[in-house]
């Protein structure tokens, strides 16, 4: 019974660990950030959220373009109880990076890339994001 028991308590914190590392976010490594989805820095009290795309005038593959056009990404950061959002953007024209609380985050790619003719969802796009300690 002891061994089961013990068995039990191993399988919870391994599968809580693979949760929280999936949910992490790793400093100084690109990683994906899917459309609503929560990632916690290691302190576990600071997080970050792909809020919304407020608009998506990338030139189509397929499509002739005068320009390259721009994507604008409002993410969440969250640190305690406070709240702080703010817009990146996919051209280097306009913003695409900010210092948060000496956290450096930059919109490094939106995904998935317009395609002509194939309206996107926002529940299907993803931000590749890059934080370093500044």
């Not at 899917?34 to 576990?44: G, L, M, T």
């Not at 809020?51 to 390259?68: F, K, M, Q």
């Not at 990076?97 to 996107?120: C, E, F, W």
Request: proline share 4%; with cysteine.
């Amino acid at each position: 019974m002891k061994s089961v028991i013990v068995l039990i308590f191993i399988s919870i914190v391994s599968i809580s660990g693979c949760r929280n590392e999936m949910n992490q976010v790793f400093i100084d490594k690109t990683f994906e950030l899917n459309y609503k989805e929560i990632k916690y820095f290691p302190d576990h009290t600071t997080s970050i959220t792909l809020d919304s795309i407020l608009n998506d005038s990338r030139c189509p593959n397929g499509v002739e373009c005068v320009w390259a056009g721009n994507a604008e990404v409002r993410l969440i950061y969250s640190a305690g109880d406070q709240n702080s959002t703010f817009i990146l953007n996919t051209m280097s024209t306009f913003r695409t990076d900010t210092l948060m609380h000496g956290y450096r985050i930059k919109l490094v790619r939106l995904n998935p890339y317009p395609q002509a003719g194939s309206p996107i969802k926002q529940s299907d796009y993803r931000a590749e994001i890059n934080i370093t300690k500044e």
